[in-house]
């Protein structure tokens, strides 16, 4: 699978900004996928997961209400809808598909990153 990722920007604190990032292979509905960010500096860290399906969900504490992750399957993209936008949410942010059992922090494929950059 490979993934790429788009739909970073600069915004200011507060605004609203949506990443998508598409997957090649015809795999993609049956694997979990999920966003995670790095700033500069700091470890990567999990932002947001869903199942296959959509159908669920799980969020990072620092982003619980604010982001949103969905999919389109039929598309074979997964979105990250981010909301109330702070500068501590500026990272690099990266897709990622396929979680590696048992547990859902480590994936298999990842994107090449898109950046995010929120200015106070």
């Known amino acids: 699978v490979q993934l790429q990722a788009f739909g970073g920007g600069l915004v200011q604190a507060g605004d609203s900004l949506k990443l998508s990032c598409t997957a090649s292979?015809?795999?993609?509905?049956?694997?979990?996928a999920a966003w995670f960010r790095q700033a500069p500096g700091n470890e990567r860290e999990f932002v947001a997961t869903?199942?296959?399906?959509?159908?669920?969900?799980y969020y990072a504490d620092s982003v619980k209400g604010r982001f949103t992750i969905s999919r389109d399957n039929a598309e074979n993209t997964v979105h990250l809808q981010m909301n109330s936008l702070k500068p501590e949410d500026t990272a690099v942010y990266f897709c990622a598909v396929r979680a590696k059992p048992p547990g859902i922090f480590e994936y298999d494929f990842w994107g090449q990153g898109t950046k995010v950059t929120v200015s106070s």
């Open positions: 869903i199942t296959s399906g959509g159908g669920s969900t």
């Open positions: 292979g015809r795999t993609f509905s049956n694997y979990r």
